[in-house]
């Protein structure tokens, strides 16, 4: 494949990625700019961090002053997730997706752009490049528009916007669970685990972010010890 | 908040967001050969999303029971159809739909 059709081929596998941001960024649009900040600062923040937890939660910390050491704390326990996702994406990364590439490209792993690569059986620079487009433009946009006219828009309508996000994990979740029982095994543990820690006293204390964490590595770690993949299982 | 605090509180957000991601892709330049751990990174992304959708996403509309049928009409197109932008579109319209009803009653 050409390096025009590889990216062509990422800017098409990234289009529902990007309607989706769109939608979710609108809603974190508007939240910013409720919480006080300007639509500038609301943008800036969705083109430097692209991140959809790690942002909502960032806002609500800088509404605090001087609580930077509590930013690191939260964003790092929030975001740990994209280092497994970081490494697991490493492996699929073709020869030429190396050295100052991967400082370039690392910035756009996030939750869906890497789910839609894992997919695919090698990674190239141009693919990626081209799978990162419409998620970055969708991201901004929504941020954007959600920022200026978030407050104009009524409430049954942003409302129903911010299941897209979720909706598109479960797009991405369900065909390869329903397929294999290993998988869907890891699935339901992690589903379980996350609900106690969202319903249980004491484990309902620990932040959203970290709880995400440990449930994820826990399922994954059982998984791995329960049900491990041969080489050809995973394409 | 000034703007000196505006962007150090970003420095710190956007800095270590980045090198979370970066750092890991850059330094593994070999392939694992450790079946528990390509076993784990298989399993880790789908692990992630699960436990980010339940229960948070029960409470990301108007009320529960019209996140409870988007998500239930999400999971159902899902087996149907891989196409991300189908599933979330009809989940967003359900919700829409059901908190008009839910307004009518």
Redesign the interface.
Known sequence: MSILQSYKKGVKAG???G??YL?VSFSFGIMAVSM??HVW?AI??SM????S???LS?IG???I??Q?AS??VS??TI?????????????K?DDAL??VW??L???F?T??I??VA?TEKSVSRSYFLGLAAMPYVGWTLGTTLGALLGNVLP???T????????????????????EDRR?LA??G???A???AF??LPYLNRVS?GL???I???A???L???L?????E??G | MDNRSFFLYLLVMAGSTYLIRAIPFALMRKKIKNTFIRSFLYYIPYAVLSAMTFPSALYATGSVISAAIGLGAAILVSFKSKSLTLVAITACLTVFLTECVMSLI
């Open positions: 289009v529902p990625i309607l989706g939608s006080g900040l600062q800036l923040i430097t961090t692209l991140t937890a790690g942002q960032g910390t800088m509404m002053p001087g930077y930013m690191l964003q790092l975001n740990v997730r994209y280092s497994f996702m970081s490494i697991s994406l490493s492996q990364a190396r050295g991967r400082w490209l690392g910035f792993i939750d869906e890497f789910a894992s409430e049954s309508l409302g129903a916007l911010c299941i897209a996000i979720y909706a598109m994990f479960v797009a991405i979740v369900v065909p390869p669970a329903k998988l890891v699935v543990t992690a589903i685990a996350s609900l969202y319903y959203s709880s995400v964490s449930c994820a590595v399922a994954a770690a998984g791995a010890w049900f491990p993949r041969k080489e299982d995973d």
